[in-house]
């Protein structure tokens, strides 16, 4: 047997081996030194002893340098931030402590002359130290009073029309910020006056949207962006309203813009400000004008939540149960009250649609269980009442027509196809969403022909989004139709005709007006013509059919006959694109009608899995759309 000192070995072998360790000299334990002098307190050093195998095995691998500098700047950190909480704390107590409703945020440090053993009756609000101390928050304070080079147009009045067209569109449907007092700020900057970073950023971001809206070349708004970013930190250094409405104005710009940020992750940044501001909740706020404009800012960022998240097949940012702050007061810029004819008439109806259309959302579009047809049908027909009652009950504004007229019908048809199109919960609806997904189809179609023959219509992918999605769901109507041909069912849908195709065209030329603006858009629309083509052939092929049975009706054999569709549902005369009645708008070419029926009399049936992918899962295309434009 070995001797007793033939185990001795080395510490690092100790560590590596699991091994006992003897030491030939008697370890000296020094004494030891004030509590004050040492670098870091016994409680400290005591939470270091779990670490020395650590210590030790990093030595075996080599790995010890560089570990130990990391560990130790870690280490040092969180002292130094546990002294200055501790010394936080005795000045407190020294000067009596701080009532519960008090702020502890405060950033002041003190010296070590300052400690204090006393003990006080209340503790300092400790979330708050370190909240500021460890996070490097920053507290509330006053932001600088003057901004950087401040970019102007040509005169004051091209400012105050360009602003103008922002508030008489964008305005209406986020009303965040205060006419009066962006007007107010207009004149101040255009009469030489300085403006606080705030305001810089205010006045920048809004003529940039106001450019994006009102021009088609998009440098100067871009210069009015980036001259916007120079403020756009101070915009945010507080956790307030105007930080809010800076991050309002980001996503407004990224929304018509085709660079800056993801809009998705703005909108991201402001409800968790605005949640940790309270926003969302009911509060008393000390004068009626704070507490409107805060609720403006919040409703406009919950309408554009909405918007964005159903457009792009993504979660709500808050839960309409945790809302509990009420809707904003029409009030006119005087704050005299006006219920149906003030400026905040249309965008308090603009708000409550969207609750209704949030709550067909939350409720079709989730990852709950499908729907019992009859539980579906119920359901969606007491959504349908509250939609028709919004639209029933919506006031027109006369000062602002089209958007109390046009707009209020574009949002109350978008809001039904979002409602009756096929949804995760309810992916086969019934004959009443066939027509009213078809319906809907055309007439949001319309609307944006008809702002396009204007030549108004913005090239943003919220557009592209929702005119691909009412012409994939007219194709969707008419497939359904063709289904139940084939199986001698009458077509649940029967469109006009000549209705039906201008709208199916209006999609082919927007999508390929798209893909002159943006690479990769013309796909889209090629693949999109062709699905209309096989389903416009499908058509023709059952009218076909039909013109057989009633010129040879002695071919038919008599035992079996086959029943056609009921005459009803034939159109009134052989479809015929010859001198149609002269449209409301110049359309472009007619689509092309290519028969693809060959010799043998077969029909051309879409493709099984390009069926699916088009008609019931709108998830690919919003999860390319949102990859192509960086959502």
């Known amino acids: 047997m070995p001797g007793a000192n033939e185990y001795r070995l080395p510490v690092i072998f100790v560590a590596k081996g699991r091994r006992n360790a003897t030491f030939d000299t008697p370890i000296v334990r020094p004494a030891p030194a004030p509590e004050s002098d040492a670098p870091y307190p016994r409680p400290v050093l005591k939470s270091l002893a779990p670490l020395f195998p650590e210590i030790s095995w990093r030595i075996c691998r080599n790995e010890y340098d560089g570990w130990r500098r990391s560990y130790v700047a870690s280490l040092d950190y969180r002292w130094r931030n546990y002294r200055q909480g501790h010394r936080l704390m005795a000045r407190e107590i020294r000067i009596g402590g701080i009532s519960p409703a008090g702020s502890g945020g405060s950033s002041v440090t003190a010296g070590p002359s300052e400690a204090s053993t006393g003990v006080g009756t209340e503790l300092p609000n400790i979330g708050e130290i370190f909240r500021d101390q460890l996070e490097h928050r920053r507290p509330s304070v006053a932001r600088p009073s003057s901004a950087p080079r401040v970019m102007r ?215 709950l269980p499908r729907l019992p047809p009859q539980e579906a049908a119920v359901t969606l027909s007491r959504f349908r009442h509250e939609v028709d009652d919004w639209r029933m009950n919506a006031p027109v504004y006369p000062s602002a027509l089209l958007y109390s007229t046009s707009y209020y019908d574009y949002l109350y048809y978008t809001t039904l196809l979002l409602m009756y199109r096929p949804s995760p919960r309810n992916p086969t609806p019934d004959i009443t969403s066939i027509i009213s997904c078809g319906e809907s189809s055309i007439q949001v179609i319309r609307s944006y022909w008809d702002t396009y023959s204007v030549g108004k219509l913005k090239w943003i992918w919220l557009t592209l989004s929702q005119v691909y999605f009412a012409g994939i769901t007219i194709l969707w109507c008419l497939e359904q139709n063709a289904r139940s041909l084939r199986d001698f069912q009458p077509a649940p849908w029967n469109p006009e005709e000549q209705t039906m195709r201008r709208g199916i065209q209006a999609v082919v030329v927007l999508l390929e007006e798209f893909g002159k603006r943006r690479p990769g858009v013309d796909r889209l629309a090629e693949t999109f013509r ?60 007619v689509l092309d009608d290519v028969l693809l029926v060959d010799g043998s009399g077969t029909v051309p049936i879409i493709d099984p899995q390009m069926a699916e992918q088009l008609y019931y899962s709108y998830n690919w295309f919003q999860e390319e759309m949102a990859s192509y434009y960086t959502l």
Do not use: C
């Open 153 to 367: 147009l040509s005169s004051l009045e091209e400012a105050e029309r360009l602003a103008g067209q922002y508030f008489d569109s964008i305005g209406y449907q986020y009303p965040f910020l205060s006419r009066p007092e962006f007007m107010g700020h207009l004149r101040h900057i255009y009469t030489g006056g300085i403006p606080s970073p705030e305001t810089h950023h205010s006045y920048h971001i809004v003529i940039a949207i106001a450019l994006l809206i009102g021009s088609a070349d998009p440098t100067q708004a871009a210069e009015f962006y980036h001259a916007s970013q120079e403020t756009f930190p101070l915009a945010l250094q507080n956790e307030d309203l105007p930080a809010v409405r800076a991050l309002l104005g980001l996503a407004l710009y990224t929304m018509f813009a085709t660079a800056g940020p993801s809009i998705w992750h703005v909108l991201g940044a402001t409800m968790r400000l605005s949640i940790s501001m309270g926003l969302h909740k009911a509060r008393s706020y000390p004068t009626i004008t704070e507490e409107e404009m805060a609720k403006r800012a919040f409703w406009s960022l919950y309408n554009l939540d909405r918007l964005i998240a159903s457009t792009l097949g993504r979660p709500l940012g808050i839960a309409d149960d945790d809302i509990s702050v009420g809707l904003p007061r029409e009030l006119n810029d005087d704050e005299t009250e006006a219920p149906g004819a003030s400026a905040m008439t249309i965008p308090l109806q603009v708000i409550r649609l969207r609750r209704i259309f949030s709550r067909i959302y939350q409720y079709l579009y989730s990852s």
């Open 530 to 589: 062709h699905q209309s083509t096989v389903i416009f052939s499908q058509m023709a092929y059952q009218q076909q059919l039909e013109q057989q049975h009633h010129h040879h009706p002695q071919h038919q054999p008599q035992p079996q006959p086959q029943p056609p569709p009921p005459p009803a549902l034939l159109p009134p005369h052989p479809m015929s694109l010859a001198a149609p009645p002269p449209p409301p708008v110049p359309l472009a070419p």
